[in-house]
């Protein structure tokens, strides 16, 4: 037997003949290359989607890519060049570094062009030669691009037959999820966490979509919180990454556009003024971080460091409405700490002014025995992420980002979580401010975990996941949609993998239920009040608001945009507008927009609509409140009271009460002399004989 016999006859046995010679034609579409995506190679032609590139975080799990690998693209790293399809020269140079060429002359793109071709062929042959051995077989189109960028609008999603999700983030996912909708594409849907594990097959009309259920967003803490009154760890490390790296070694020098947003809102305005203030004075921190005196420069660190930890704290303590629920701050002193004389609130003299705590940390080593004036045990060297830092570690937080700025190569720095500099930055500011308002403090580690973002990932997990997603997807192309499942992967040692039939569709979903369309038009010369026309066609008439995504572009009483170009209104390829019939009676027409063929006649309308016109659902109305013929009438035994019709009386005198039929079946006048004479105290007036009460007339006494 043949080696590609061999290698596939497992396969075969398993799939079955057909299903088997399917796969290497099957088109498939891979947004992501990172730890689930660079499992996923078992189909015929793969077109593999990345923006990212690779982090040195990714070499643990993400078997692909190795240490020369580093801040290359996850798509194009991930493919070697003899595994490329021969059907990549289709794809144009726009398509892979998208620049705008349209004001350029014809020479002057063709020379672009080719240097495009240039730098994508050297990306390439610094790949690794990786992907190939796993399947010969494969044919992989790689682009580094955003999935959400125009130019992979409803027909470049149709031309696949089945697309896998390995994102990271909500908000592609939602995207993806929604062109699969509108192209009609099955899609697997999946993630992991740690030893945790999901795979969700989508398919519209037959299953819930991605957005049928809601989704937590991302936690967000108020400004004032960050800025004035952390109480978590969390908290310290925001403020040092997303506020105080900004300011003294980025591009934004004064944050007024978040202390705007935050004072909308409703936060204090008093301390809103006091971070105002605090923020402006920050002009001359930059400016001593940048000068070249040497005089200044040497000081940068102490000038930073007695603005951010001694003068902004003392500024914040004079607000002491503040602090009558909450423990207040404690400035920071930086020469008492360098001096080992600096004694913060609650802590002994013991610790020789290193601002370590005599509390052990989670391997059970005292803190002050690792990192104050004690001796650091032989071992700690590597174990630098895991080990917790004094006050002392911490001061000189920023001479290495000085000293970069100086050289002049770079203008403003940013956070990236594998540069040690900017991350020993983060650690350290965001200790130095934890020490300061008594919130414990975080290793190097803990600070990486929480500042990059970092979800545990393992290797493991990714591999179940990514054999659970080729078996929902085999699924799929066989359209056995009876036996697709949703699969957890969970922590119960018991039932590792716990499988839950699909649910349908949710009716009120505004993402799987809307019916779409496609039309195909010039931006630049078709009119909005023209394609709503066209795609309502004889119902035209109807009261409808359109909208582009949340933007509303006209309603019943607001048709000024009508007349307006697709392109004015910044409605162009790739997006959608949405058809919502005012009265409630018709379900929402999305129409997704792409360009006119080749081939489409100039002296047309510029658009082509879709044939036949789509046909809205009738939305149900509300079951009726009134009862149901088939439920007999419930007639009530309660007499009505008397009222005379002429005068509009009510007698409101006692009403009698009705006598109870015998439970026992005695004969009347056969109750106790008790009974009967508590019954003739409230006024009721036994009948003695079976046949008296023939008009059922109770006489009141």
């Given at each position: 037997?043949?080696?590609?016999?061999?290698?596939?006859?497992?396969?075969?046995?398993?799939?079955?003949?057909?299903?088997?010679?399917?796969?290497?034609?099957?088109?498939?579409?891979?947004?992501?290359?990172?730890?689930?995506?660079?499992?996923?190679?078992?189909?015929?032609?793969?077109?593999?989607?990345?923006?990212?590139?690779?982090?040195?975080?990714?070499?643990?799990?993400?078997?692909?890519?190795?240490?020369?690998?580093?801040?290359?693209?996850?798509?194009?790293?991930?493919?070697?060049?003899?595994?490329?399809?021969?059907?990549?020269?289709?794809?144009?140079?726009?398509?892979?570094?998208?620049?705008?060429?349209?004001?350029?002359?014809?020479?002057?793109?063709?020379?672009?062009?080719?240097?495009?071709?240039?730098?994508?062929?050297?990306?390439?042959?610094?790949?690794?030669?990786?992907?190939?051995?796993?399947?010969?077989?494969?044919?992989?189109?790689?682009?580094?691009?955003?999935?959400?960028?125009?130019?992979?609008?409803?027909?470049?999603?149709?031309?696949?037959?089945?697309?896998?999700?390995?994102?990271?983030?909500?908000?592609?996912?939602?995207?993806?999820?929604?062109?699969?909708?509108?192209?009609?594409?099955?899609?697997?849907?999946?993630?992991?966490?740690?030893?945790?594990?999901?795979?969700?097959?989508?398919?519209?009309?037959?299953?819930?979509?991605?957005?049928?259920?809601?989704?937590?967003?991302?936690?967000?803490?108020?400004?004032?919180?960050?800025?004035?009154?952390?109480?978590?760890?969390?908290?310290?490390?925001?403020?040092?990454?997303?506020?105080?790296?900004?300011?003294?070694?980025?591009?934004?020098?004064d944050a007024t556009g978040e202390l705007d947003t935050a004072e909308q809102q409703g936060e204090n305005a008093q301390e809103i003024a006091t971070l105002r203030k605090e923020a402006q004075a920050f002009n001359t921190v930059r400016a001593a971080l940048r000068s070249t005196s040497p005089e200044i420069y040497q000081n940068a660190a102490k000038i930073a460091f007695q603005k951010v930890f001694n003068a902004d704290i003392n500024n914040l303590l004079v607000m002491t409405d503040m602090w009558k629920s909450r423990a207040p701050p404690v400035p920071l002193d930086f020469d008492a700490i360098?001096?080992?004389?600096?004694?913060?609130?609650?802590?002994?003299?013991?610790?020789?002014?290193?601002?370590?705590?005599?509390?052990?940390?989670?391997?059970?080593?005292?803190?002050?025995?690792?990192?104050?004036?004690?001796?650091?045990?032989?071992?700690?060297?590597?174990?630098?992420?895991?080990?917790?830092?004094?006050?002392?570690?911490?001061?000189?937080?920023?001479?290495?980002?000085?000293?970069?700025?100086?050289?002049?190569?770079?203008?403003?720095?940013?956070?990236?979580?594998?540069?040690?500099?900017?991350?020993?930055?983060?650690?350290?500011?965001?200790?130095?401010?934890?020490?300061?308002?008594?919130?414990?403090?975080?290793?190097?580690?803990?600070?990486?975990?929480?500042?990059?973002?970092?979800?545990?990932?393992?290797?493991?997990?990714?591999?179940?996941?990514?054999?659970?997603?080729?078996?929902?997807?085999?699924?799929?192309?066989?359209?056995?949609?009876?036996?697709?499942?949703?699969?957890?992967?969970?922590?119960?040692?018991?039932?590792?993998?716990?499988?839950?039939?699909?649910?349908?569709?949710?009716?009120?979903?505004?993402?799987?239920?809307?019916?779409?369309?496609?039309?195909?038009?010039?931006?630049?010369?078709?009119?909005?009040?023209?394609?709503?026309?066209?795609?309502?066609?004889?119902?035209s008439d109807r009261e409808v608001s359109v909208y582009e995504d949340k933007r509303v572009l006209s309603d019943p009483d607001w048709d000024d945009n009508l007349e307006r170009t697709l392109e004015s209104l910044n409605v162009t390829r790739g997006k959608f507008l949405s058809i919502v019939d005012e009265e409630g009676e018709w379900g929402t027409i999305t129409i997704g927009l792409s360009v006119l063929p080749p081939n489409h006649p100039i002296d047309a309308p510029p658009y082509v609509l879709p044939s036949p016109l789509p046909q809205p659902t009738k939305k149900q109305k509300l079951p009726?409140?009134?009862?149901?013929?088939?439920?007999?009438?419930?007639?009530?035994?309660?007499?009505?009271?008397?009222?005379?019709?002429?005068?509009?009386?009510?007698?409101?005198?006692?009403?009698?009460?009705?006598?109870?039929?015998?439970?026992?079946?005695?004969?009347?006048?056969?109750?106790?002399?008790?009974?009967?004479?508590?019954?003739?105290?409230?006024?009721?007036?036994?009948?003695?004989?079976?046949?008296?009460?023939?008009?059922?007339?109770?006489?009141?006494?």
């Open positions: 037997m043949s080696t590609a016999k061999a290698r596939s006859a497992h396969a075969r046995a398993i799939l079955g003949q057909g299903l088997h010679d399917q796969l290497p034609n099957t088109k498939v579409l891979l947004v992501g290359a990172g730890g689930i995506g660079c499992e996923l190679f078992g189909f015929g032609e793969i077109t593999l989607l990345d923006l990212d590139t690779i982090d040195l975080s990714n070499l643990n799990r993400q078997f692909l890519f190795r240490k020369k690998d580093v801040k290359q693209s996850k798509a194009l790293a991930a493919v070697p060049t003899s595994a490329w399809s021969s059907s990549l020269s289709l794809y144009e140079p726009t398509e892979i570094l998208p620049v705008d060429t349209s004001s350029l002359s014809w020479n002057s793109a063709y020379w672009l062009s080719q240097y495009r071709r240039q730098i994508v062929g050297r990306a390439l042959h610094v790949a690794a030669q990786t992907a190939a051995p796993f399947n010969p077989n494969v044919s992989l189109n790689p682009i580094h691009g955003n999935i959400k960028e125009p130019q992979y609008d409803i027909p470049w999603f149709q031309q696949f037959d089945i697309v896998l999700n390995a994102l990271d983030n909500l908000d592609a996912r939602r995207h993806v999820n929604k062109m699969c909708m509108a192209a009609q594409v099955p899609l697997v849907e999946s993630g992991t966490a740690g030893y945790l594990g999901q795979v969700q097959p989508l398919l519209k009309d037959h299953t819930e979509c991605f957005d049928c259920i809601p989704k937590p967003t991302p936690k967000t803490f108020p400004v004032c919180t960050i800025r004035s009154t952390p109480s978590q760890p969390i908290h310290c490390i925001v403020w040092s990454k997303s506020y105080l790296l900004g300011q003294l070694f980025g591009e934004d020098e360098l001096d080992g004389t600096f004694i913060l609130r609650g802590e002994s003299t013991s610790n020789n002014g290193d601002g370590a705590t005599d509390q052990a940390d989670k391997s059970g080593t005292s803190i002050a025995g690792v990192n104050g004036n004690v001796s650091t045990p032989p071992n700690a060297a590597g174990l630098r992420d895991q080990r917790a830092l004094s006050l002392k570690d911490n001061v000189e937080f920023t001479d290495r980002l000085v000293a970069r700025l100086r050289t002049g190569n770079e203008s403003t720095i940013s956070f990236d979580k594998d540069d040690n500099d900017t991350l020993d930055f983060v650690t350290a500011a965001s200790n130095l401010r934890s020490a300061a308002y008594g919130i414990n403090r975080q290793t190097r580690w803990e600070v990486k975990e929480m500042a990059g973002n970092i979800i545990p990932a393992v290797a493991t997990t990714n591999a179940i996941v990514s054999g659970l997603i080729v078996l929902q997807a085999l699924h799929l192309l066989r359209r056995n949609y009876s036996a697709l499942r949703n699969v957890h992967l969970q922590y119960k040692p018991s039932v590792p993998l716990s499988t839950i039939t699909l649910s349908k569709p949710n009716s009120g979903c505004g993402v799987c239920r809307d019916t779409y369309a496609l039309v195909l038009c010039d931006p630049s010369r078709a009119l909005l009040g023209d394609i709503v026309k066209g795609v309502l066609g004889p119902n009726s409140a009134e009862p149901s013929s088939a439920t007999p009438q419930h007639i009530s035994k309660k007499r009505s009271l008397p009222i005379d019709m002429e005068s509009d009386i009510i007698d409101l005198a006692p009403t009698p009460k009705r006598l109870k039929p015998n439970p026992n079946g005695a004969a009347k006048g056969q109750e106790s002399p008790s009974k009967r004479r508590k019954l003739e105290e409230e006024g009721v007036i036994l009948v003695d004989g079976p046949g008296e009460l023939v008009d059922d007339i109770i006489v009141i006494d």
